[in-house]
């Protein structure tokens, strides 16, 4: 994990340089020399499910360094119960915002309070979302709600506060087993890069169109739509026994 965040750091560090040179000295960009920072950092991140372990580290370190209300979630792992091969067998799915690059939330907004940033990652403006959730019905991983603190949608944010200091979001320093990997899709040197490159990974409803940010290793194909299993396992612990959807 520490050699993890200092290439992170360097990372960060090295598409801040270029996009304050792109906005203060892009005429020393040497011509016709393509960089792969050009355009800044666009955030990403890998979910390896063949790590997931379904602590939940990650759903409680969201929820304590964004001061989540109680009952909600802007990162969960499902625990699922399916039969495969008729065979029952348990399955974990971690799920957050998939910022994606088509987002869907975004067209629909009324009043533009979602957007998504040069960086990729998508945002809600809480002093201008009216709390209509028609962002809520149009997302089609589940991954908002309404904050009853705020009366606005809330939902995953990457922990801008924390990548913009240099480190990672919080679900993905507390991941005990090295899950979540996070980091710039624009450079090829980045550790995300460099696993989407080199493994295969699937992205959860690839039928809709929307572009997922977030990629996962491992993924049953059963598992990228619709959930046809039991959820045994909510993100507050609490055992449960319907069908869910994603």
Known sequence: MGNERRNFMKVLGAGLAVTALSAGTAGATSAGKKSAQKDGPRWGMV?????????????????????????????????????????????????????????????????????????????????????????IQACPYDARFINPLTKTADKCTFCLHRIEAGLLPACVETCVSGARTFGDLNDPRSAVSRLLATVPTQVLKKDMGTAPRVFYIGLDEDFSGRVEGRQVLNPAGQAEHQEDSI
């Open 47 to 135: 979910v390896d499910l063949r790590l997931c372990i379904g602590c939940q580290a990650c759903t409680v370190a969201c929820s304590t360094e964004n001061q989540i209300p109680l009952g909600h979630f802007r990162t969960i792992v499902s625990s699922y119960e399916v039969t495969s091969g008729g065979r029952p067998r348990r399955y974990t799915l971690p799920r957050l915002c998939n910022h994606c690059a088509k987002p869907a939330c975004v067209t629909v907004c009324p009043t533009q309070a979602t957007r998504q940033r040069s960086d990729g990652a998508v945002v809600v403006d809480n002093t201008v979302c009216i709390g209509c959730g028609y962002c």
